[in-house]
């Protein structure tokens, strides 16, 4: 049955993240290059690409084997070794994984320290940022709508139109 997605869980990597994730924040931006001179209103803008995009989650637990679980997790995720730095790890959500998003895979940026609430559940927040190898994306609009054509201007004063006419006179001239 067709709805609204239900998740509140996180694959990373092979690892399913414990507890209840939410996510706070994730967006996808564009980038642009905007041209435009100086005294003038208005400007041609041109699309250079996506911007990767930053995620923000939050990860709940109440139960101590969730705890000593995350454990687990951190350190096989979250600690960058210097042979392999961090790795990029895929990411298993529908919200993040679905359009307008399309986020598969992701680097850690920040791990918050634990913090214990009133009720004695913890909780972290986690910064992302996705992983996505470059690739040449650069595109210009092709007009506005509608779109007229107008004629090449041509300037002309008093001369240049008695110019036009004695031409045109000697050119009928030598035509005969």
Do not use: C
């Given at each position: 049955?067709?709805?609204?997605?239900?998740q509140d869980t996180l694959l990373l990597g092979p690892f399913p993240i414990p507890?209840?994730?939410?996510?706070?924040?994730?967006?996808?931006?564009?980038?642009?290059?905007?041209n435009s001179g100086w005294g003038v209103d208005g400007g041609n803008t041109i699309w250079v690409g996506v911007e990767p995009a930053e995620i923000k989650l939050r990860i709940e637990m109440w139960d101590p084997l969730?705890?000593?679980?995350?454990?687990?997790v951190?350190?096989?995720i979250f600690v960058p070794t210097a042979k392999t730095g961090q790795l990029a790890l895929d990411i298993?959500?529908?919200?993040?994984?679905?359009?307008?998003?399309?986020?598969?895979?992701?680097?850690?940026v920040e791990v918050q320290?634990?913090?214990?609430?009133?009720?004695?559940?913890w909780s972290t927040e986690i910064t992302l940022v996705e992983f996505k190898r470059p690739k040449p994306a650069i595109g210009q609009p092709k007009a506005a709508i509608p779109t007229a054509t107008n004629p090449p201007p041509t300037a002309q004063d008093a001369q240049d139109v008695k110019i036009a006419a004695l031409s045109a006179?000697?050119?009928?001239l030598a035509a005969k």
């Open positions: 049955m067709p709805g609204f997605p239900t507890g209840k994730v939410t996510i706070l924040s994730a967006s996808r931006k564009s980038k642009w290059q905007i969730q705890y000593e679980a995350w454990k687990i951190a350190k096989a298993k959500h529908p919200i993040l994984n679905d359009p307008p998003l399309n986020i598969t895979a992701v680097q850690v320290a634990m913090q214990q609430d009133d009720q004695g559940g006179q000697l050119a009928g």
